[in-house]
């Protein structure tokens, strides 16, 4: 197992106790997501392939992120990994 099944297994196990940090790494490092840099401590994910307006996911900079936008995340992750 990769570190990308590794990273994922271990979000989709605890979706209560996640680091932004680990969630920022799962979209961006294996899922190809595009993050957009605002002012405030929000940030929006986009991948090239998903072109709807609900395929964006907004997470706050928040420790731990909140179980709403993890799964969101995971949601589009598994959309664009096909798992």
Request: aromatic content about 12%.
């Amino acid at each position: 197992m990769g570190q990308c099944e590794r990273l994922y297994e271990k979000i989709k196990s605890n979706t209560k106790d996640v680091k932004f940090e680990d969630i920022d790494k799962l979209l961006i490092n294996y899922g190809g997501f595009i993050k957009r840099e605002g002012k405030g401590s929000h940030f929006v994910y986009k991948h090239p392939k998903l072109k709807g307006i609900q395929d964006y996911v907004t997470i706050p900079r928040a420790r731990p992120v909140k179980k709403v936008y993890i799964l969101k995340a995971l949601r589009l992750f598994e959309q664009v990994m096909n798992f």
